[in-house]
């Protein structure tokens, strides 16, 4: 089945910095690449997703790479914020299919004032 | 717009007790509709997903149960509760065709004492 590997765990940053979160897959038929933010005790909030016909999608201070040859895309947050504090999950449709993700591990991003 | 309700929104159960947590999705027809567990608040672990009424996949193997008796209701079981089914369970949909994007329930916080 699919694996997706997610780095870093933890990652913390100053506010107004850069935060990249990348995450690797396996198989080659996936082409749908979301990100969700969780906040503490709450659910999974969609935040970006990528299909694999594009390369980059921006939107505002978020913004998600994909390299398909490579296996690997990338959520980047500009100007980050301390409400930018959360886990973040990386997700990978599973074969190619409509209906299935799977996750990443999660990045816990700490955005310090 | 859709909607996604689950409940209850928190239980405490003792081991060895039964459990029933129900989802139900409005505002849409003929959703996949998913259960997840997540434990220690990290990682999303799929359980069950459905693609219609009484069609259940079974990703891992356990103590629980899911049934889907209408279009829109999704439900975890349980006969006998373990410690280990402790965590956050979380419903989430999708819609049937053009999409994979999954949106999330406000999930159950379940602890088995």
């Known amino acids: 089945g699919e694996n997706v590997e997610q780095h870093p765990s933890t990652l913390s940053v100053q506010e107004g910095d850069s935060a990249v979160i990348k995450c690797t897959y396996s198989?080659?038929?996936?082409?749908?690449f979301p990100w969700y933010k969780q906040e503490l005790g709450k659910r999974p909030q969609l935040i970006i997703d990528i299909r694999s016909n594009v390369g980059e999608k921006k939107d505002q201070r978020i913004a998600v790479t994909l390299n398909k040859t490579a296996k690997h895309f990338s959520l980047h947050i500009t100007e980050t914020q301390p409400e930018d504090s959360a886990v973040y999950f990386c997700a990978v449709n599973s074969g190619g299919s409509n209906y299935k993700l799977t996750f990443g591990k999660g990045t816990l991003l700490t955005v310090n004032p | 717009s859709q909607t996604i309700h689950q409940w209850p929104a928190t239980l405490v159960q003792p081991v060895g007790s039964p459990l029933s947590l129900e989802c139900t999705v409005e505002g849409t027809s003929n959703p996949n509709l998913y259960w997840y567990r997540q434990a220690a608040g990290r990682g999303l672990q799929l359980l069950f997903y459905?693609?219609?009424?009484?069609?259940i996949s079974s990703e891992v193997p356990q103590n629980l149960s899911a049934s889907r008796p209408q279009d829109r209701q999704f439900i975890l079981s349980s006969k006998k509760l373990l410690l280990s089914d402790s965590g956050f369970y979380l419903c989430?949909?999708?819609?049937?065709?053009?999409?994979?994007?999954?949106?999330f329930g406000p999930g159950t916080r379940l602890t088995v004492t």
């Open positions: 989430a949909w999708s819609r049937l065709a053009g999409g994979s994007e999954q949106y």
């Open positions: 198989d080659s038929a996936s082409n749908y």
């Open positions: 459905s693609v219609g009424i009484g069609q």
